[in-house]
């Protein structure tokens, strides 16, 4: 069974953590949900709170298929600036294992010097990265090497169904989008 990380920091962006964790679950992909300073519990930035049962100081990078970053500005700059989370990034990139971020989250990538050369982002976020390489609205999910990248909370789902293509193969990603009914993706 495929694993992947989703670390949480104070201020995530609800929409897309849970519907990374849900649609990937539905995959049956183990997802483990940590938090990154021993919390129990992470608080988004629209006030809902997700029960995080582990922390992310004991995970290593071959334990774990694939690291994925949610967004909101709030947990981002926590992300970015987390010695675990930069750790990870490094780690995962130097043994090629896949990497994924959405919404401001990129600005964590781009902080690990792992972001490539082609990536998406909220509006705005690029300029705070200061990269070349935005490709702005011209796809939903931009993959470049081994790192996935998308722009934000109305994303998610296709974003989430990327990475199930890419861990469990297209007859997976295919059942799944169907079942989610998500014919925008």
């Not at 990937?24 to 300073?37: D, K, P, T, W």
């Not at 997700?50 to 909101?72: H, Q, R, W």
């Not at 043994?95 to 082609?118: D, F, H, R």
């Not at 998610?156 to 009914?181: M, N, R």
Request: overall charge negative; some cysteine; hydrophobic content about 40%.
């Amino acid at each position: 069974m495929r694993r992947v990380l989703v670390p949480l920091a104070k201020g995530f962006e609800e929409i897309e953590a849970v519907t990374i964790i849900d649609v990937l679950r539905r995959a049956e992909i183990e997802v483990l949900v940590v938090s990154l300073n021993r919390e129990k519990f992470v608080e988004g930035a629209h006030g809902i709170t997700v029960e995080t049962p582990s922390d992310i100081a004991n995970i290593l990078s071959d334990e774990i298929d694939m690291i994925i970053l949610p967004g909101g500005w709030g947990g981002t700059y926590t992300l970015a600036d987390d010695a675990n989370v930069q750790r990870l990034l490094k780690e995962m990139d130097s043994k090629n294992k896949q990497i994924a971020a959405i919404c401001a989250a990129p600005y964590a990538l781009n902080k690990a010097g792992v972001l490539k050369e082609k990536y998406t982002c909220y509006p705005s976020v690029e300029e705070k990265i200061e990269k070349e390489g935005y490709q702005g609205d011209v796809s939903m999910v931009v993959e470049s090497q081994n790192v996935l990248t998308s722009r934000g909370p109305a994303t998610a789902i296709c974003f989430a169904l990327e990475i199930v293509k890419k861990l469990e193969g297209k007859e997976k990603y295919e059942a799944l989008k169907s079942g989610l009914l998500a014919t925008f993706c």
